[in-house]
């Protein structure tokens, strides 16, 4: 129908439908079917359907430029006003579509920055989660070794060792056993209890000695506030660090209470940390130029700062040149005489 009224206001059919009355006919069927479609258009639109405004009205105004163009004579001012009818109808027509397409772009663009940001939130998501699933597979491979060093010193050993020393590794193995259950647990968080120091850590000790790691112990009776989970796993990073990175030389670890927390050092007598790298040792997947022969993932430091946050304690590196390193893991100190559970915090920095 378009087609033919616009070739028709255009005056190009002629006399393609023999006679005059039958061109007025066919004109007038033109502007009947017109006049059913904006009418169609229009009760379908008061319904609810997604037809545009424009639509009936654009027919409407075909219909009575076609009905004009049938009752009055042709080439009359009253028959140009038809075809102005009808070239009005087609320019209405486009501009509406163009005004309906690019709205139909702008919602394109919108969907696809919704469909982005969504990308985006999940490839965040999908991110944090494999970095916390190596977070924690690095922790159980640690704790894994640990026992599979201890269990074989204690087997391959145990004629040569005395009493006090087979007694010692059992006790790391049961422990470290502990801590590997608790790792296995999903979505455990630190908890908040009093522990003595010593109780904590020296099983680490024990263990880390079953690699031939020499560590020399000085603890005292301090009672710490904390996880002691927690605080065994950044020991234990901090001496698998230097056992890996400090070569063979000695690895001193001491505890003392000042202003109302516990400090411990963990020193040892290797190369040292470059200068330059000491700013960005505790961030992740960082691995020092000294380390660069020797495997590993660049997790365990930071590992051990986020761990030491979690607990209300902290973690960071004292003193560090050609003489080896110091780190420093600080803790809040019990004063209770007593040992259990305490409140937790009312907010914890993750």
Not at 79 to 101: E, K, N, Q, R, Y
Not at 322 to 332: H, I, K, M, R
Request: hydrophobic fraction near 45%; glycine fraction near 10%; aromatic fraction near 4%.
């Amino acid at each position: 129908l378009g087609a033919l009224s616009f070739f028709d206001s255009r005056g190009l059919l002629g006399g393609a439908l023999g006679t005059e009355w039958a061109w007025v006919a066919a004109r007038a069927l033109a502007a009947l079917a017109w006049g059913a479609g904006a009418g169609m258009a229009e009760l379908r639109r008061r319904t609810g359907e997604a037809v545009p405004a424009w639509v009936p009205v654009v027919f409407g105004v075909l219909a009575a430029g076609q009905l004009e163009r049938a009752v009055l004579p042709v080439g009359g001012i009253a028959a140009l006003g038809g075809s102005a009818l009808l070239v009005a109808a087609f320019v209405l027509a486009a501009t509406a579509s163009l005004g309906d397409l690019r709205w139909i772009l702008r919602s394109q663009d919108r969907l696809s920055m919704s469909l982005r940001f969504d990308l985006n939130s999940l490839r965040r998501q999908m991110e944090a989660e494999r970095a916390s699933l190596e977070d924690h597979l690095h922790d159980l491979r640690n704790a894994v070794a640990a026992l599979r060093s201890a269990d074989t010193t204690l087997r391959r050993y145990a004629s040569r060792l005395d009493e006090a020393s087979r007694n010692k590794l059992a006790d790391a193995l049961t422990t470290e056993l502990g801590r590997l259950q608790v790792l296995i647990e999903p979505a455990r968080s630190a908890s908040r209890v009093e522990f003595p120091i010593e109780e904590a850590i020296a099983p680490v000790v024990t263990v880390e000695r079953s690699y031939g790691a020499v560590i020399h112990l000085d603890l005292g009776k301090l009672v710490g506030l904390g996880d002691p989970a927690s605080l065994a796993q950044v020991l234990q990073n901090l001496l698998e660090n230097a056992r890996r990175y400090a070569g063979e030389s000695p690895v001193e670890v001491s505890a003392r209470e000042r202003a109302g927390r516990v400090e411990i050092r963990v020193k040892d007598h290797g190369p040292g940390i470059p200068e330059h790298e000491r700013a960005a040792i505790f961030s992740r997947g960082i691995r020092g130029s000294s380390g660069e022969e020797t495997s590993g993932t660049g997790l365990g430091l930071f590992i051990a700062a986020r761990l030491m946050i979690e607990m209300g304690g902290s973690l960071r590196l004292e003193e560090a040149g050609p003489a080896g390193s110091c780190f420093l893991v600080e803790l809040p100190v019990a004063h209770r005489s007593g040992l259990g559970a305490v409140e937790p915090p009312t907010a914890s920095v993750s």
